[in-house]
């Protein structure tokens, strides 16, 4: 059972930013947020993780409220090439499973 | 980059078979993870191991499913025998527990059983 809750899909057009926000309200103290995305026919591919207030990569940047009972993902001016399906997820780096949810369909346009 | 490898990349078999998957991990990663995906369901965990020590295998359907991992170069799942419902893309992932970089993904293995 996916601990996290994350819209089913999304659309934008290019060079937009686009924030995918994503609910956890049981999260545990020791758990991380961890985004993923996948891309058709492919495996999915780590993006981000944090544990609260912001990171930000080459790719991404994530919010974390302190609360940390929800998290945000930021992607600066999308293009096409960003169509893909975006996974928020718990992991903790105990023994704890890494388990997907159904993930936001993200869908850029020209 | 480093890349974990899973062979085959298509399969298609008769049901009935046996089919056998295998994933070379990063070296030097310390947990893998097996996941099926479907259309239905899916991106679904079915085991998992650290240190080569199966951990989590409560996802696969235990009368037909087995996964091992007999070296840290190789993990295994093999399916006798595999059935229709059977078919769907197997994943492979390896890492360690608090990496800054996260799991990484195998290319998968696209299984039909006819």
């Known amino acids: 059972l996916a601990k996290t809750t994350q819209p089913i899909s999304m659309d934008s057009y290019e060079g937009q930013e686009v924030n995918i926000t994503c609910s956890h309200n049981?999260?545990?103290?020791?758990?991380?947020i961890t985004w993923y995305q996948q891309f058709p026919s492919q495996g999915p591919r780590f993006i981000i993780q944090g544990y609260k207030t912001k990171v930000t990569n080459e790719v991404a940047s994530l919010f974390i409220p302190a609360d940390r009972k929800s998290s945000t993902l930021s992607l600066p001016r999308v293009s096409l090439s960003d169509t893909a399906v975006y996974y928020c997820l718990r992991f903790s780096g105990g023994y704890n499973k890494l388990i997907f949810g159904a993930g936001t369909r993200l869908a850029v346009h020209p | 980059d480093a890349r974990v490898t899973q062979t085959p990349r298509d399969k298609v078999t008769e049901m009935g078979q046996e089919v056998t998957m295998r994933c070379q991990p990063i070296l030097g990663h310390n947990t893998v993870f097996w996941y099926r995906q479907t259309m239905m369901q899916g991106l679904e965990l079915l085991a998992y191991?650290?240190?080569?020590?199966?951990?989590?295998d409560s996802g696969m359907p235990k009368d037909r499913f087995s996964a091992e991992m007999p070296d840290a170069t190789l993990a295994t799942l093999k399916i006798q025998p595999s059935e229709p419902r059977d078919s769907a893309v197997y994943f492979c992932?390896?890492?360690?527990?608090?990496?800054?970089?996260?799991?990484?993904f195998g290319s998968g293995t696209r299984l039909t059983v006819v």
């Open positions: 191991f650290r240190n080569r020590a199966p951990l989590d």
């Open positions: 992932a390896s890492g360690s527990p608090g990496a800054p970089d996260g799991y990484t």
């Open positions: 049981n999260i545990a103290t020791n758990d991380y």
